[in-house]
T-cell receptor, first 111, second 113 residues
Framework: GESVGLHLPTLSVQEGDNSIINCAYSNSASDYFIWYKQESGKGPQFIIDIRSNMDKRQGQRVTVLLNKTVKHLSLQIAATQPGDSAVYFCARGESSYKLIFGSGTRLLVRP | DADVTQTPRNRITKTGKRIMLECSQTKGHDRMYWYRQDPGLGLRLIYYSFDVKDINKGEISDGYSVSRQAQAKFSLSLESAIPNQTALYFC????????????FGPGTRLLVL
């Protein structure tokens, strides 16, 4: 069945380094993908999204890469800061209203 | 996101009690959602509403009911709470023109004893 999963449950990076959070999906029919950031005690916050007609999309300090051949999605955070510490979720759109979420990766930023 | 608010933020209740979680939004979005978050399971959809007269079950609707009182308000009820409904509950909204992008409230932490 369809699923969205993450390779690593926890990622620890040095402040100032780049972070890469990975996500795999199994449904090749998906045409929309989205990344959320969830800080402790808060709801998921939209970071960036991408449609399947694109391979790459950039935001402020973040880049999402989509490799449809291997069904892989990644979120790159440049110059990681302490405020980036959070759980990051990838999700894919199964329809106009339904998002299928992965279980999350916790990003820890070491000072 | 301050545009989506949830009350209460924390709630402790006993098995068998009826409780209601409320969600309000000022984003002007037509679509509203209720999710449940458990550790290690991500977010799962309980109910969703496309407008005031259009309410649909999600993947885990058993034991829950909802009411869309207005475009801006969507409440979730647990008719008879049970311990395995202990979880984080999130409300979300989306715009019909950018349907897939959902914006979440701060969540309600519910503990059923």
């Amino acid at each position: 069945g369809e699923s969205v999963g993450l390779h690593l449950p926890t990622l620890s990076v040095q402040e100032g380094d780049n972070s890469i959070i990975n996500c795999a999906y199994s449904n090749s029919a998906s045409d929309y993908f989205i990344w959320y950031k969830q800080e402790s005690g808060k709801g998921p916050q939209f970071i960036i999204d991408i449609r399947s007609n694109m391979d790459k999309r950039q935001g402020q300090r973040v880049t999402v890469l989509l490799n449809k051949t291997v069904k892989h999605l990644s979120l790159q955070i440049a110059a990681t800061q302490p405020g980036d510490s959070a759980v990051y979720f990838c999700a894919r759109g199964e329809s106009s209203y339904k998002l299928i979420f992965g279980s999350g990766t916790r990003l820890l930023v070491r000072p | 996101d301050a545009d989506v608010t949830q009350t209460p933020r924390n709630r402790i209740t006993k098995t068998g009690k009826r409780i209601m979680l409320e969600c309000s939004q000022t984003k002007g979005h037509d679509r509203m959602y209720w999710y449940r978050q458990d550790p290690g399971l991500g977010l799962r959809l309980i109910y969703y509403s496309f407008d005031v007269k259009d309410i649909n079950k999600g993947e885990i609707s058993d034991g829950y009911s909802v009411s869309r009182q207005a475009q801006a308000k969507f409440s979730l009820s647990l008719e008879s709470a049970i311990p395995n409904q202990t979880a984080l509950y999130f409300c979300a909204t989306s715009d019909a023109t950018v349907q897939e992008t959902q914006y979440f409230g701060p969540g309600t932490r519910l503990l059923v004893l």
